[in-house]
């Protein structure tokens, strides 16, 4: 037995290799990145990124009919974009254990949208898990696979923000089952595996009645448990949920769900019965608390007006719980007395400049953000770092929905007649995520929208993960690098254009280029994200050169934390001259190039100088 | 000391989390539960973070609530400002005297407020709060991108949990850092807890 401090996410990596997984697959999201990043290393596993979630769950299916256990991993989206395959393979089951983790994102810390992926495992018929802490997340693998392998049916693992990045002492066995020696026996079934109308019909019954088997064995499932004490107030809840109600009902009855898909309605009634008056604390959606109702169970908990519910909630619908959150809504309700109140001291601060993520100084999206605003561009954009360019001063792009939206919607637009022009903007690991069919609909249905790929030659958002334009695998392997012109043209693009983004004359042109011709085109702006182990190496600060700076604010437009105001004025214009942070500034010249009076020094004049 | 609970806050890329993560080995170190917690992700590139540990003989929540801290580690002067409520009444405060101008002071649009009004609110909470020069002790130590504040403040905080030896927070911290950085942070360490020599605080005696 081994001790470990180990986040929520790096419990669940320790628990799919201690329980034998061979095979998982992922395309990196948060919360959920830290999972494969973790079992990467480990021996005797193999774990890949995938360019998608949809593409990772079939590997993670082929794998699992080949008799190995499998792991797909993604955040709450991820789900979206693989919806397809996680209904088929609960139709056809697997020959051994499939988990699927995801990751949903209550609060969206980084996220588009809120949902609860509970709801999917209902749709789908497929049970699932939730664990509470970092030692239930590890311990829920391994029983995820044995439920999987037992009932023929996925399993999902959900974990919750809160759960993947806290962290908390996990005894680990530190071992994994013997690898087998002969490869696993490769059973092929056509009428389990090939979901044509006839086969599929015959196989609805079967996981419906699956599923009805999954609630039975939910009534004794060890996970399910039930902390009788005081009986006036019952409270069911499920994941982290669990712990804010424990820390703020240290005395309530408490029936702990560790699957919530189906739930245990036999233990369920009979929980209620111990109890004078039943609440649900559960994150986002109702949703065991409509399992319940379902039953005839008078219930509290929060009202859907989705759900046709009417009235108010105690607990909220939107964001994520805490214990104040959950205390406050409890005093309000009167399942607790006001003087359950934590003193807290509120000063009066006025108002306070505002601190969010923001592009980092020397990032190469901020020149090509520069460049569309210059010529009043509408930007359709996409989910990556280059979504942060939205905010003053840069204020692009100008719409951001989900990954690989950008195209589409750009050439929506213009097939809808509006003369702007609008540009997609994405990134490297989204076009290879969602963005290629849709710019191969630009080709086919005679758009002409310029899609601007911004090549930072990374996953960038999530940490830097490997993608298909890297050369390199998530396990470290050398492979081919795909090459984004060949595959722009491939897909039938024939206007093709490669710049430095750091270049803004370049970028410029070309985006003329393209915007002057009606045809569809494209535009790789490439330059390695400035944070990777090889850009910090030529990191090199600029200096201003205060004779020749007169205040006009030309260097503040292009949103560039490393550019900022110096106590000097001016004489004649009176406004404040433009400093470079030498410890923020990575030499990336976009100021530079824009400044009309060549008042910041390049690196060339710089090294010039210091020669001289 | 029966239970403890630590919040941190600072400009993403400060070392919030190394911080957070040497608050836990203590704690695990000397035999409480510990519960960390943290948010990844967009968190980064310059905005806003904050980290949550707790101690204590059994932890639930891994979030503090408002109220609830009983020690803030603020690693920018702004931050400590803009999260000061969440601090227990009377609970210990110290501040990294270090300012990251947030993109729409640098550009003009907003005043970062001045040292007096950053003071006065604080000590509306407190009376125990305190500026620490992480930075500038840092950078006496000359690589001031290999040492930082964060170290530093520890330091400082070592000062005001007598019951914990120096040798406990020493080893957590050697074994976060570059193994050629290890001495430097070291010296920073001890440098943040000197600084704090002289100040006296009754903060403890109330959790």
């Given amino acids: 037995m081994v001790r470990r401090f180990l986040s929520g996410n790096e419990a669940v990596a320790w628990g799919a290799w201690e329980s034998g997984v061979r095979v998982a697959a992922a395309y990196p999201g948060t919360p959920s990145t830290e999972i494969l990043e973790t079992l990467a290393p480990m021996p005797n596993v193999y774990a890949e990124w995938c360019p998608n979630e949809k593409v990772a769950l079939d590997v993670a299916v082929g794998a699992a009919y080949a008799g190995s256990r499998a792991m797909a991993v993604m955040k709450h989206v991820g789900l979206n974009v693989a919806a397809d395959s996680f209904f088929y393979a609960s139709m056809t089951g697997m020959q051994a254990g499939l988990v699927i983790v995801n990751a949903d994102d209550p609060f969206m810390h980084s996220s588009q949208n809120e949902q609860d992926n509970r709801r999917y495992c209902k749709f789908a018929r497929v049970p699932c898990l939730e664990p509470s802490d970092s030692q239930e997340a590890r311990d829920l693998v391994g029983v995820a696979l044995e439920l999987s392998e037992q009932f023929d049916t996925p399993v999902m693992l959900r974990l919750t923000t809160r759960l993947s990045h806290s962290s908390a002492v996990v005894e680990l066995l530190g071992t994994r089952p013997p690898e087998r020696v002969q490869a696993p026996a490769y059973h092929l079934d056509t009428t389990k595996y090939v979901m044509v109308p006839g086969n599929a019909r015959r196989r609805h019954p079967v996981i419906e009645e699956r599923i009805a088997k999954l609630a039975e064995y939910a009534e004794t499932f060890r996970f399910n448990r039930m902390e009788l004490k005081d009986t006036a107030l019952g409270i069911v809840t499920n994941g982290v949920a669990y712990q804010y109600a424990r820390e703020v009902f240290p005395e309530a009855s408490i029936l702990r769900l560790g699957m919530t898909y189906p739930v245990p309605q036999k233990l369920l009634r009979e929980f209620a019965a111990k109890v004078e008056r039943l609440v649900v604390i559960e994150e986002l959606d109702p949703f065991l608390e409509e399992e319940i109702r379902l039953l005839g169970i008078p219930v509290e908990g929060k009202v859907s007006a989705a759900a046709g519910g009417r009235g108010k909630s105690i607990f909220p619908i939107c964001g994520e719980l805490d214990q104040q959150i959950v205390r406050e809504s409890a005093i309000k309700a009167e399942l607790l007395p006001a003087s359950a109140r934590v003193p807290v001291v509120r000063p009066e601060k006025g108002a306070l400049p505002p601190r969010p993520p923001i592009l980092c100084p020397g990032c190469p999206h901020r020149g090509v953000f520069y460049v569309t605003n210059k010529l009043k561009l509408v930007v359709n954009g996409d989910i990556g770092c280059y979504t942060l360019g939205f905010l003053p001063p840069l204020g692009a792009p100008h719409t951001c929905g989900c990954m690989g939206a950008s195209i589409g919607v750009a050439h929506g637009v213009a097939k809808a007649g509006i003369v702007e022009r609008n540009v997609a903007v994405l990134g490297d690991s989204t076009f290879f995520h969602t963005g290629m069919p849709a710019l191969l609909n630009v080709a086919w249905n005679r758009g002409n929208t310029v899609t601007i790929i911004l090549d930072n030659r990374t996953t960038a958002m999530t940490g830097h993960q490997e993608n298909p334009g890297t050369g390199h695998t998530l396990q470290g392997a050398e492979t081919v690098q795909v090459e984004l012109e060949a595959l722009a043209r491939a897909l039938g693009i024939q206007r093709v254009h490669t710049v430095d983004s750091y270049n803004l004359k370049q970028v410029e042109a070309a985006l003329q280029d393209c915007l002057n011709a009606n045809e569809p085109s494209v535009v790789i702006a490439r330059r390695e994200c400035a944070l990777m182990p090889e850009a910090r190496k030529s990191w090199m600060p600029l200096r201003v050169d205060e004779e020749r700076c007169n205040g006009c604010g030309l260097c503040f437009r292009v949103g560039c934390p490393a550019v900022v105001k110096s106590d000097v004025l001016d004489a004649k214009t009176g406004k404040p001259k433009a400093r470079l942070d030498a410890l923020l500034c990575t030499g990336c010249e976009i100021c530079a190039q824009v400044c009309a009076r060549k008042a910041i020094l390049t690196r060339a004049q710089l090294t010039e100088a210091e020669e001289a | ?207």
């Fill in chain 2, 1 to 207: 000391m029966t239970k403890m609970s630590f919040l941190l806050a600072g400009v993403g890329g400060q070392g919030t989390i190394l911080a957070s993560d040497v608050l836990a080995a203590v704690g695990l170190q000397m035999g409480y539960d510990v519960k960390k917690s943290e948010v990844h992700g967009m968190a980064q590139r310059g905005g806003s973070v904050t980290s949550n540990v707790r101690w204590d003989a059994k932890v639930y929540s891994p979030l503090i609530g408002p109220g609830e801290a009983d020690v803030f580690l603020a690693l920018e002067k702004l931050e400590a400002l803009r999260h000061i409520e969440m601090l227990r009444p009377g609970g210990l405060v110290l501040v990294n005297d270090y300012v990251i101008s947030p993109l729409s002071v640098s550009s003009g649009n907003d005043d970062y407020p001045d040292d007096e009004r950053i003071r006065s609110v604080l000590s509306s909470v407190t009376p125990n709060s305190f500026f620490v020069a992480g930075v500038t002790l840092a950078e006496s130590l000359g690589n001031a991108r290999a040492v930082r504040g964060n170290v530093v403040l520890l330091g400082a905080l070592s000062h005001f949990i007598a019951d914990i030896p120096v040798e406990t927070w020493l080893q957590a911290v050697r074994e976060r850092v570059p193994t050629k950085f290890a001495d430097l942070n070291e010296r920073a360490f001890r440098l943040g807890r000197a600084s704090m020599q002289e100040r006296k605080s009754d903060w403890a005696s109330h959790a």
